[in-house]
């Protein structure tokens, strides 16, 4: 069941997650090159960020809500990448080969479809 005190432990991580995450893109603004930067090293960072934490958490069995305040929240608001990349991570140790497959490929190439129809559709 969820309930409002879990909501709220998600929505303050993801406050601070989106902030961490524009700093970020201030703090590299001046680096002058087409390539995203700053989008790599905060996905990443976020990466590095949730695979320390959930190792972490299991480790000394964490409580719910610190996870749902610094995995889902603050890595979720940082960049949703960790949390696609937990979610492969766990597909490829469970054995499940081929939705790994379908889920990281079907994601990415997916995804750049998503926001180009949607850029295309704003346009």
Do not use: H
């Not at 766990?90 to 850029?119: E, K």
Request: with cysteine.
């Amino acid at each position: 069941m969820i309930i409002l005190k879990d909501i709220l432990l998600v929505g303050a991580g993801s406050f601070f997650g989106g902030i961490a995450r524009y700093l970020v893109s201030l703090a590299m603004k001046g680096i002058g090159s087409a390539f995203p930067w700053a989008t790599m090293t905060a996905n990443i960072v976020g990466c590095l960020l949730i695979g320390l934490l959930w190792a972490a958490f299991n480790r000394i069995n964490a409580s719910s809500q610190l996870n749902l305040l610094l995995i889902v929240g603050f890595c979720g608001g940082f960049t949703t990448f960790s949390t696609f990349s937990k979610e492969s991570l766990c597909l490829l140790q469970a054995g499940n080969y081929s939705t790994f497959i379908l889920y990281a490929l079907g994601s990415v190439v997916l995804g750049i479809i998503a926001v180009a129809l949607g850029y295309a559709l704003a346009k």
